[in-house]
């Protein structure tokens, strides 16, 4: 989508499919002006009581002489009180899906009215071409005949061509772009989006960005660095695993990078420990902690934020077979520390400690790793916050921060030493499952193991990564939030 920033002093002057305006039922600031053009119309309407204002209301006006936009369409903002962030998501979704409904092709939105408690206007701008972008989103792959596309095609939003906002229009709209990047990987089958198909898109992005390489290493070069945890996971599919290196470099060569460590299991049936077949489709889900890695690269490469990066997905697919990895069988990791898969449905960890372990030969500023670890996670917090663990208590604060201006958020989980026993092991240095009680906590224990000489968060998205039922779909999280983090971290 085409997204421009214009002052818009007198709305009545603006040519365009659908002019947007909020308001709270009274005549004031944009909705004032456009009265004023339209002879009274809008003052007759509210006397009428058509329209009293309240959060989210519409009030649409298809034809209305006096402006040189086409159509009118006006949204409540509630009775005067400061405005959440949420009800900010709510203003801005209704007016876009509503342009949508009706076929609009560009529109412009009038936000100075819209008042954010805490929030300046360049983060309503981030915010709104966030979800303009967002809202673009189709899944088509699959299907014999592809959904229309969305009809916005451009948007013009009220504000001051500064630097600043400018700024904040670039970081909305790559945002989206990753968060899409990441919806659609998420959204792919199983079938489709296995271990190779994902280096395959992430080689897409070197050949989209100069500042992107990208390297894969195949099972024989993970055999030969010694990656028995994550090669255990593969060793009952047909597909090899891959493990992913995507480098973007927008800083200084010597800067030490912000790496992403992503969980790519491409499908999750369990392995030997098999899974009851109610809701398995979703474990195609079980790669979108990659899929967010991969968008959160686009993102940051397409802002061009001025950080180094790298993600790394750590891709396999867990399938039960004659040569499926066992309960009770040991491996040896990366590390040198052994492991007894005592189940193999706790596979995520396998992948992910052999490529925490891979992230050290990058000497990085921090490292993050992003997974769909645990159903006790959705237990514990449902879709909404994400789970947040880390060997640092400010490496915590900051991410939680930065999910809150993202609006991707994260809550903050023990990590405590008391729950490490948890994971002993007669046979091997550690088991890799602990027990029934604290199953998210254990399983970050698991992975902090391999995090000893780093800056180093786990998040647990295993409720956030995909809405189930009847809207099942990825939702592109927690792209957001490593967005704001890395620009957080960005030079100037
Ligand atoms: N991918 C699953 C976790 C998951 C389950 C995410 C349901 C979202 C929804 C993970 O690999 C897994 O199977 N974890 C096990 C761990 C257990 C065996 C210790 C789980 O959560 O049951
Ligand atoms: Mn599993
Ligand atoms: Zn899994």
Known sequence: MQISLKPCKDPSTIASDCLVVMSNGQLNGSLNALNDATDDAIAALLKRGDFSGKLAETLYLPIISGLRAKRLLIVGCGDGKTLSEADADKILNTAIDFMNKKDCKDCCLLLEDLHIDGRKSPWLLQRCAQLLEVSTYRYSETLSKAKPAASLRRAVLQGSNSEGNRRAIIDGQSTAGGINIARRLGDLPGNICTPDFLAKESRKLARQFDTIKVSVLDEKKMQQLGMGALLSVSAGSEQPARLIAIEYQGSAKKQPPHVLVGKGVTFDTGGISLKPGAKMDEMKYDMCGAASVVGTLHAV????????????????????????????DVVTSMSGQTIEILNTDAEGRLVLCDALSYADRYKPASVIDIATLTGACVVALGKHAIGLFSNQHDFAQELQRCGEDARDRAWPMPLWDEYQPQLDSNFADMANIGGP????????????RFCKDYRWAHLDIAGAAWNSGANKGATGRPVGLLFNYLQSKADN
Request: net charge neutral.
């Open 437 to 448: 009680e604290a199953g998210s906590v254990t399983a970050a224990c698991f992975l902090s």
């Open 301 to 328: 490469a397409s802002a061009e934020l001025k950080v180094n990066v790298v993600g790394i997905v750590a891709a396999a697919e867990n399938m039960p077979s004659g040569r499926a990895t066992k309960p009770g």
